[in-house]
Structure formats: C-alpha cells, structure tokens
C-alpha cells in the first residue's frame, strides 16, 4: 500500500487482533495480499460507505476483497472475532468473560433499490426496510446481531434473536428489554430461555399545570392538602435503566457510513458489518490500553 489511511490498522492493532485471524490455508496458491490489507479495505469501506467497486487502487483489488468478505462473512470469522475481542476487553475491565445480564433493541433502517429480500414495513417507524435486532451486554459490546425485515414485530424478533444466540450464551440469566416486547416476545424468553426479563418503561407524560391545579382544589375540598407540584413527574431528560446502553451501541455503529442504510442485498452482509464495526472499535480500545 502506498498511502495511509485513517481507517487502517496501527502496529498495536494488527497485534491485538493477529492472534485471533484464522491460519490461512496451506493448500493451493499463496496468498497475493495480506490479511492486514484486507482487513483495512474492509474498514475503509465500512467507515467511508464507498461501493466496492471504488475501492481506492491503494488496497488490493475490490474482487479480492469482496472475495474475503464473502468468506469471512460465510464461515462466520467476523462474529468469531467480536467475541474472543469482546471476551478478552472484558477481561481487562474486571468483568467476567461471558456476561450474565444483557439488553436486547432493535434499530428500523431504510433500505437501498439494490434488491435482495428480506424488506418490510414497519408500521410503527413508518419506515420500509429492515430491522437491526441487538443483544448486547452491560458494557454495550454485542454479542448477537440479527437483520430481518422491517414487517417482523419485536417479539418475533426477539425469538430469531435469541435462538441464534442460544449455543454461545450459557451464562445468561438476566434481560432488559422495552415495552415493545411486553407479551409473547417477554413470556417466550422467559418460558424458553428460562430469562428473567425486565420491561423498562417511559416515564408518565408530564400532567399540564391547570390539570394538576384542578386536581389539587378537588382533593382540598375533600379535607386533602395535596401540593400540586408533587403531581407532575419531573421534566427534563430522564436516563432509562439501562436501555441506553443499547442506544448507545446503535450510536457507535451509526458513526461508520456503510450502516447509514441498508446498501447489502443479503440480511448476512449486514450482520458481518455490524461485527466488523464491533471488531474495530473494541482493538482499538485494546491497543489504547
């Protein structure tokens, strides 16, 4: 490569991640390009969401990249990668390597005319496109992704997730979830997955100051000396049990371009982006630490 890009991988990241890369095969022609160079075209595409196609000519050939993509994506070494990178920052910040408690949300995006399947409506977004389904744990690391269409409501949702994520989450015993799985979504995960689920709520809407006034003269006629004021819950930005770690992690992945929309033809692609997105934010942490 002859030029650097903000997006490649320093020498402390490549160590943190070269351990983790699957051995490349001793069969057949050896390989032209690195695994680095590949894995920097991968980043650059996520973060700039350029088309494969305009690759820069700085990284290998886009059909070689793609290629890999493809592999990776397939054999399931991106999610292979975000766990055993998730499991050793874990480490470091003193938790257990497989987490106990998660929050699980689910994320409308719009989608491309680039075809493919998988393609809904969501009535409640009024949005036409697919669904980013989440498990994450308390830090806000995924640990499950699943893309389906928009039509799918969240306590469907929530099975496809959860049963994907059956086999490699032993540990878990604890689930937040919003009010949009009250329900089948919550009786399942808890009736299947043997899940203790907590529904985190809104806050009540503020009551307007006439209605509580009237309220308060009501009651005082009644012998009820009831301050007003105590009648309206409190205004401002109110912080959610741990619904906003969840957010934030969609706020983490929405800072890369390539996840703005839906571009992939296949729901597959995209759950490899979200990894790959994972993958670079967490070996930076890494080697920063």
Request: hydrophobic share 35%; aromatic share 10%.
């Amino acid at each position: 490569m002859e030029k650097c890009y903000a997006t490649d991988l320093s020498d402390r990241e490549w160590e943190c991640l070269r351990p983790h890369i699957p051995a490349p095969n001793k069969r057949g022609r050896p390989k032209t390009h690195g695994t680095r160079e590949v894995l920097n075209a991968i980043f650059y595409v996520l973060k700039s969401g350029c088309p494969w196609r305009l690759l820069p000519k700085d990284f290998p050939p886009w059909e070689t990249v793609y290629w890999w993509f493809g592999r990776w994506r397939t054999d399931g070494t991106f999610e292979r990668l975000n766990a055993a990178l998730r499991r050793r920052l874990r480490v470091r910040l003193g938790r257990d390597p497989l987490p106990s408690a998660g929050i699980a949300d689910s994320q409308t995006t719009k989608t491309t005319g680039v075809g493919g399947q998988q393609r809904g409506y969501d009535g409640n977004k009024k949005i036409r496109g697919r669904k980013r389904h989440l498990l994450v744990d308390t830090e806000g690391l995924v640990l499950k992704a699943k893309v389906h269409s928009a039509k799918v409501p969240d306590q469907d949702g929530l099975r496809l997730l959860l049963e994907s994520a059956r086999s490699g989450l032993s540990r878990l015993k604890h689930l937040w979830l919003d009010a949009g799985y009250e329900g089948r979504g919550r009786r399942w995960a808890e009736e299947a997955m043997g899940l203790s689920v907590e529904v985190v709520r809104k806050p009540p809407k503020p009551v307007p100051e006439e209605v509580a006034k009237v309220w308060a003269r009501e009651w005082a006629k009644e012998g009820k000396k009831i301050d007003w004021r105590r009648l309206m819950p409190p205004r401002g930005y109110v912080t959610l049990p741990r619904r906003w770690v969840v957010e934030r992690t969609f706020s983490w992945l929405g800072q890369n371009r390539r996840m703005s929309k839906d571009y992939e033809r296949l729901c597959v692609s995209e759950e490899a982006f979200i990894y790959a997105a994972m993958i670079r934010l967490m070996v930076r942490r890494l080697a920063r630490g």
